[in-house]
């Protein structure tokens, strides 16, 4: 039998600033070696490899290591969705730079959360896939519902491939609050599959440095056509 859950435990781990500052590195889903976790958080080597530790150790991140060098990720969707939660309540930082000021901008348009997509790019596609019947409404943190696979949207994107059963806890379909547009957009197996799909059509591509996707002419073109 086990009481309540211990919040003191991942919150002191993400309260740090470089172990912050690396969590939100690896929310794009994909895994970086400890040297640019280093670079990234600002600290030393040796300084980002304690800090690694104990995100292992509190279950936040996992490890692997390939040939000489260990590569770093979330530990799993739930951990990427903590970290966005904290995103939405933090105070913002001011920007101080055009460099800063463009990143935001980036960020604010079209990036990756985990393994999906997230932005503003995220919500003209939900909003036009509701509009077409294909997906019910979403609701921040609830599962979502696809109604159909069958419309023009739906097809050009794949949907049916994504409705398929797998042996999975994680829904086929869930509502992500975005933190920078304050309305849900697509998680869940649908809303990896969406993010892959769009960076196969090159619709989108990603960005080294950051977790933005720069939005490829072509994109912008299929994105006006259901806007």
Same mark, same amino acid.
């Given at each position: 039998?086990h009481?309540?859950a211990?919040?003191?435990?991942?919150?002191?781990?993400?309260?740090?600033?470089?172990? $912050?500052?690396? +969590? #939100? @590195?690896?929310?794009?889903?994909r895994? /970086?070696? &400890?040297?640019?976790l280093a670079? %990234?958080?600002g600290?030393?080597?040796?300084?980002?490899?304690?800090?690694?530790?104990q995100?292992?150790?509190g279950?936040?991140?996992?490890?692997?290591?390939?040939?000489?060098?260990?590569?770093?990720?979330?530990?799993?969707?739930?951990v990427?969705?903590?970290?966005?939660?904290?995103?939405?309540?933090?105070?913002?930082?001011?920007v101080?730079?055009?460099?800063?000021?463009?990143?935001?901008?980036?960020?604010?348009?079209?990036?990756?959360?985990?393994?999906?997509l997230?932005?503003?790019?995220?919500?003209?596609? $939900?909003?036009? +896939? #509701? @509009?077409?019947?294909?997906?019910?409404? /979403?609701? &921040?943190?609830?599962p979502?519902? %696809?109604?159909?696979?069958?419309?023009a949207?739906?097809?050009?994107?794949?949907l049916?491939?994504?409705?398929?059963?797998?042996?999975?806890?994680?829904?086929?379909?869930?509502?992500?609050?975005?933190?920078?547009?304050?309305?849900?957009?697509?998680?869940?197996?649908?809303?990896?599959?969406?993010?892959?799909r769009?960076?196969?059509?090159?619709?989108?591509?990603?960005?080294?440095?950051?977790?933005?996707?720069?939005?490829?002419?072509?994109?912008?073109?299929?994105?006006?056509?259901f806007?």
């Amino acid at each position: 039998m086990h009481g309540d859950a211990d919040l003191a435990a991942p919150a002191r781990l993400m309260g740090e600033p470089a172990r $912050a500052a690396m +969590l #939100v @590195a690896l929310l794009d889903g994909r895994a /970086l070696p &400890a040297s640019d976790l280093a670079a %990234i958080a600002g600290v030393k080597p040796p300084t980002a490899s304690a800090h690694l530790a104990q995100l292992v150790d509190g279950g936040l991140v996992t490890d692997r290591r390939i040939g000489r060098h260990r590569y770093f990720a979330l530990a799993g969707p739930e951990v990427a969705s903590a970290v966005e939660a904290l995103q939405r309540i933090a105070p913002r930082r001011e920007v101080a730079s055009y460099a800063q000021s463009a990143t935001a901008a980036r960020l604010a348009e079209a990036r990756s959360c985990y393994d999906h997509l997230a932005g503003r790019i995220s919500l003209q596609l $939900a909003d036009a +896939l #509701v @509009a077409e019947g294909a997906l019910a409404p /979403l609701v &921040a943190g609830e599962p979502g519902r %696809i109604l159909a696979a069958d419309g023009a949207l739906a097809r050009r994107l794949g949907l049916e491939q994504a409705t398929t059963p797998v042996p999975s806890r994680r829904p086929a379909v869930r509502g992500c609050l975005d933190w920078t547009e304050r309305r849900p957009h697509i998680a869940g197996r649908l809303g990896a599959h969406l993010l892959d799909r769009l960076l196969a059509e090159g619709w989108v591509a990603r960005v080294p440095g950051d977790r933005s996707l720069r939005i490829s002419e072509a994109g912008r073109a299929a994105f006006a056509s259901f806007a």
